[in-house]
């Protein structure tokens, strides 16, 4: 890694962990459990946090814990279910942030490091590598975006953590890491934050987009065919009696190839559409038809 002391001294106060408690009984408990561990940036003096949605999603108590090891209670300050992405706010100071800048320019080879909290200690880990693509990426939990920043390097620790270009700016938020070929991490690009940042801190959430269709359902591409991984207990799919193992043919009499496509064919629809699914199941064809839910309201 080339970044050097001097710039990773500068960053790393405003990298937080976090600490998120969630019922039981909520829907996404028993994907992502009860106690989840994230790591974040301060984003702005006023106690501003970035990081990624599936940490807090459902989460009744969030502790932030500081470089200095103070720890803050933090609350919701916004989440979108589109881009992956969640902001949270503490009180009770002036914090340090990180600045922001867009991950637009960036091009492959060119360096790059992330920052993660170690955990409950209070420690940070860092990794640095090159970016190795910014391309569209789609995920089998509906999620798709269409710039994904892909880097040689794994995230050093739990997701939500910055991504910093040579400069020190944060161009990105560590999701993933990807382990389907080599060690490569997933960020979100940070435009995703800026662009949208006004209506999220006001509202808390993306209004100038209208809640899109969403069946809870998981899925992978196979030979030129869309086959359903899973469902989402008492999601939209569920409840309507798609199967896993089921092979989608079509939806609304529109073939479906590919994930990808089909994201497109299901997001062209809002909330509470109702979209008819051909599927082949036991050596048969059948249709399903499956009144869509909004991913906001289930996980709410």
């Known amino acids: 890694m080339n970044a050097s002391v001097k710039l990773i001294e500068q960053v790393v106060p405003a990298t937080v962990s976090i600490q998120a408690s969630v019922p039981q009984q909520h829907h996404s408990a028993m994907l992502l459990g009860t106690e989840r561990m994230g790591s974040g940036a301060i984003v702005d003096p006023s106690g501003y946090i970035l990081t990624v949605n599936y940490i807090v999603i459902g989460a009744t108590s969030i502790q932030v814990l500081l470089l200095d090891n103070t720890q803050h209670e933090a609350e919701i300050a916004a989440q979108d279910f589109t881009t992956g992405i969640a902001v949270l706010k503490i009180s009770g100071g002036s914090f340090p942030p990180a600045p922001l800048s867009s991950s637009i320019d960036l091009t492959p080879g060119d360096e790059v490091f992330m920052v993660a909290s170690s955990g409950e200690d209070g420690g940070r880990r860092v990794s640095g590598g090159a970016i190795m693509s910014s391309a569209p990426f789609d995920a089998y939990w509906e999620y798709a975006t269409d710039r994904a920043l892909i880097c ?149």
């Open 152 to 300: 040689t390097a794994m995230n050093p620790g739990p997701g939500g953590g910055p991504m910093f270009d040579m400069k020190g700016r944060m161009v990105g938020i560590t999701s993933l890491n990807l382990n389907e070929v080599g060690r490569f991490s997933l960020a979100i690009p940070v435009e995703h934050f800026l662009q949208h940042k006004d209506e999220l801190l006001r509202y808390g959430r993306r209004v100038s987009q209208p809640s899109r269709a969403w069946i809870g359902m998981y899925s992978y591409t196979l030979r030129d065919h869309l086959v359903i991984a899973g469902l989402l207990p008492g999601g939209p799919g569920d409840a309507a009696g798609l199967k896993s193992g089921d092979v989608v043919l079509a939806v609304d009499n529109q073939d479906v190839s590919d994930r990808r496509k089909f994201y497109g064919q299901l997001w062209a629809k809002r909330a509470g559409d109702t979209l008819l699914f051909r599927v082949f199941r036991n050596n048969g064809i059948r249709d399903v038809a499956v009144i869509s839910g909004s991913v906001e309201q289930f996980f709410g």
